[in-house]
């Protein structure tokens, strides 16, 4: 419930208990004053009178008199049922009183001076038993019908509303709209507390429902038309949406659906509470982003609303069945809930305030809109701009995450009809790419406020396990896509095993040489170890040699008698004996 | 002068059984002002006059029983009200117009 702001006024207010009514007064009607509801025949007037003592005895503890001059009680009883209101039952309660004042005026015949004391005192009788607090008079102007006065007419009526105001009942007086007059009868002139003007319009073969506060003396009030409507659940008036540019941002991130998305988008996902748009041109995959989306906000147990303007909820099921996707166990659920409408159904007005009122009773964290597109050809492109730019508000003000598809003529692909592109904080693209005969899909993320994205293109493929997204080829006659990315696949492959074996013969080639090589070396090193041991060979024999030449020649010494080794052996006298 | 306080019914002297030609009248009224006082003396004369005998009135305060405003569907004060002869017929106001109560009571004037 939207706060109700009471610091600029002082005047205290009755609340009404109408859905939106409250907030645009900023708190209901004014307390123990009359207020004048007009409008023409069939606007709703009587509703909002009989709604406001229903919502006053139910809600606020007041209980209400309604005095009808035109309708019977039966007659009313009736028709307010199907708004859920149960007359009867309040009667009995005695919260509420219903008279019929009949004015036949063939019955009738003037005489002389007269008052109309009489309704005085059955109005008074009335609210004296049960204690009523709210009055509704519907439509007092029958009086002017039915007596032929004016004089004492004026002067009665001009009595009422004084009387009323001294009895501190808050009244809602109706009144039918007149030629250049706010009513027939000029109540207007006795009436000026509070006036609400009721309005009821064709505009494009679709009738919507406006409401104005003309006037409301003591305190401010939105002045604009409020576009409203009546359903089962008595009237929904659709307020200003929020004021300002004051959302609140969060920072968590939840999953679009699709993992690899997910990994483009920062590798976590949409932020929460934030909108989303998909475009593209017919058939490539918006409403498939849109089902992953809800799928995943379902099984995180959170609730969805989806706004279908092309297609029934069962073939948008049927649909996504046929990727994997099964939306019917999470409406059998009640977390998701399908609304399909054709946009020509209803005004704009018409279409916001029923969302408003769905999105009120459904409380979503997720709503998605496919296409938001088809809201064109039945609305000016202004009205239906507007008509997005206020759902995104309301949404965004709700702390839900908006998604939201469109179609894309085939030319123009960066920029949509309804420049709700810079609206939106997250902007996927989707294309086709047309090559060899066949035609393929792409995506990309085009922008995605407050986190890193990727860049990349992104061939999108519709499997029958969802939505997935693959790296193109970018060749050297550009992106690839599609068969011709698998053949490019393929020969990349066969390529690739190619090198391999070219490699692995190189190598064994390459092993070879080398073994070959080191045969070589191995044999010449035998050779060079032979010399080696020649040579040492060598060196040996000689070294023995010169040993033996040396020993020769000491024993040669040695039998002469000359030094050996330097030293002078002694001789002996005798001469040499022998050889030892 | 009679005080108009609860119900009181007002038979002249000279009485008849009520037959079919009888008048039932019902003056509302709220309290004694000078209208309402007005009107009945007004009544009582015409009765008289172009009734003879052959009436009844009964006088209702809506301010000692102001649940029988919505019975009769009394709005204005003062009302009279002719429940027989059938079809109902109501007449507002002082009753100061004779012309017009007698067309509103559907009685010939007596000349």
Known sequence: ??????????????????????????GGLPQGRPTL???????????????????????????????????????????????????????????????????????????????????????????????????LLDTPEALFA????????????????????QKGVTAVITGERGEGMLTRHGLEEYVSDCVILLDQRVQDDAVTRRLRVLKYRGSTHGTNEYPFLIDRKGISVLPVTSIGLNHKASGQRIASGVAELDAMLGGKGYFRGSSVLVTGTAGTGKTSLAAHFT?????????????????????????????????????????????????????????????HAMLHEHNPDVVVMDPISAMIPSGSLHEVGSLVLRIVDFIKARGATGFFTAVTADGDLASTDLSISSLVDTWLLLQNVESNGE??????????????????????????????????????????????????????????????????????????SMAAVNAKLAALELERNRYKRELEAVAEEGSAQQKAVLSDQDELRASRGIAVNGRVKEQEPNGPKGVS | MKPAKSKKSVKPANVKPAKAKDYDLRLYVAGQTPRSLQALSNLKRICEEHLAGHYRIEIIDLLQKPQLAAGDQILAIPTLVRSIPKPLRKIIGDLSNTQRVLIGLDVQPVE
């Open chain 1, 1 to 26: 419930m939207a706060r109700i702001s009471r610091e600029l006024t002082s005047l205290p207010k009755a609340p009404t208990g109408i859905e939106g009514f409250d907030e645009i007064t900023f």
């Open chain 1, 37 to 135: 509801v007009c409008g023409g025949a069939g606007c709703g007037k009587t509703l909002f009178g009989i709604e406001f003592l229903v919502r006053g005895a139910t809600k606020f503890g007041e209980p209400g008199v309604c005095v009808t001059f035109e309708e019977s009680a039966d007659d009313l009883i009736k028709n307010v049922a199907s708004l859920g209101f149960d007359l009867n039952r309040l009667q009995r309660a005695k919260k509420l009183l219903i008279d019929c004042v009949y004015i036949e005026r063939n019955q009738i015949e003037e005489t002389g001076e007269y008052d109309l004391e009489g309704l005085f005192i059955r109005l008074a009788s009335a609210i004296d038993s049960i204690g009523a607090r709210r009055v």
């Open chain 1, 146 to 165: 039915g007596l032929s006065n004016m004089g004492i007419l004026r002067s009665e009526m001009r009595r009422l509303f004084a009387w009323l105001k």
């Open chain 1, 295 to 355: 799928e995943a906000a379902c099984r995180r147990g959170e609730r969805a609303i989806y706004f279908a303007f092309e297609e029934s909820p069962e073939q948008i099921a049927r649909n996504m069945r046929s990727i994997g996707i099964e939306l019917s166990k999470w409406i059998r659920k009640g977390l998701l809930h399908i609304e399909a409408v054709r946009p020509s159904s209803f005004g704009m007005e018409m279409h916001l305030v029923r969302m």
């Open chain 1, 439 to 512: 035609r393929n899909r792409v995506m990309y993320v085009l922008k995605s406020r407050g986190m890193a994205h990727s860049n990349q293109i992104r061939e999108f493929m519709l499997t029958n396990r969802g939505v997935k997204l693959r790296p193109v080829y970018l060749g050297s006659g550009g992106v690839l896509t599609g068969s011709a990315r698998v053949a490019r696949e393929a020969e990349d492959r066969r390529e690739e095993i190619a090198r391999r074996r070219d490699e692995r013969k190189r190598e064994l080639s390459l092993r070879a």
